[in-house]
C-alpha cells in the first residue's frame, strides 16, 4: 500500500464547474497535510494546508480533512483554465517527513 | 527576499560519473530536503537535512549522498549514476521546527540527463 495515494487522472473539468481531488493516506499518525500545484515543467507550490477534521476555505479553493477515513481533498470553485495543472497531496507523517502522492493531472476545458 | 535557488538548472552526466547539486534554502529556513520527481511522478524524498546532519532518509541507495552547510545550504552529490537516475532533482526547504505547519518551499529544480 503506497503511503499517499491519488487518482492520476487526467481529470477533466469545464470552466466554471467544481473539480474535485482525493487523496488518501496509510499512516494514521500524519498530523498535517497539503495540497501543491505543480504546472507542467515547474516546480511544487504550496496552496493549501489543513491540520483539523473539516474544511478550510482559502477563496476558490476548499481543502477537507477526514481523519478517521484517513481522506483529504481539494475542491476548486469555478475553475478557470489557469487551474490546469498537476495537483500533489503531502502528508506530514508521523515520522516527520513529507510524502507525496503521485499527482492528479487536472484539465480545465473552455 | 530569494526563495530556494538551486544550481545548476540543466545537467547532462554520462552514465557512471558523479554529480554535484547545490541548493541556497530560503531566508530564514534551516531544514532543507532532497526530493527526485520522475516524469509523470511525485516527489520521492530522498533525505532531510537539520542542523548539518542527515535527519531523516527515504529509500534511495547510497549512491544518493548529501551535505548541509553551517549557513544551511545544501549538496546533493550522486556517485555511479545510472540511466534511471534521470529526473527532476528539487530542493525544499522550511521554517525552523515548523515543517509540519508551513511544509516546504520548493526550489525551481535541477534538470538531470544520464545518458
Known sequence: ??????????????????????????D????????????????????????????????????????????VSLLIRDSQPSDSATYLCAVYSSASKIIFGSGTRLSIRP | DAGVT????HLIKTRGQQVTLRCSPKSGHDTVSWYQQALGQGPQFIFQYYEEEERQRGNFPDRFSGHQFPNYSSELNVNALLLGDSALYLCASSPPGQLNIYGYTFGSGTRLTVV
Open chain 2, 6 to 9: 538551486q544550481s545548476p538548472t
Open chain 1, 28 to 71: 494514521r499518525g500524519s498530523q498535517s497535510f497539503f495540497w501543491y500545484r505543480q504546472y507542467s515543467g515547474k516546480s511544487p507550490e504550496l496552496i493549501m494546508s489543513i491540520y483539523s477534521n473539516g474544511d478550510k476555505e482559502d477563496g476558490r479553493f476548499t481543502a477537507q480533512l477526514n481523519k478517521a477515513s484517513q481522506y
Open chain 1, 1 to 26: 500500500q503506497k503511503e499517499v495515494e491519488q487518482n492520476s487522472g487526467p481529470l477533466s473539468v469545464p470552466e466554471g464547474a467544481i473539480a474535485s481531488l482525493n487523496c488518501t493516506y496509510s
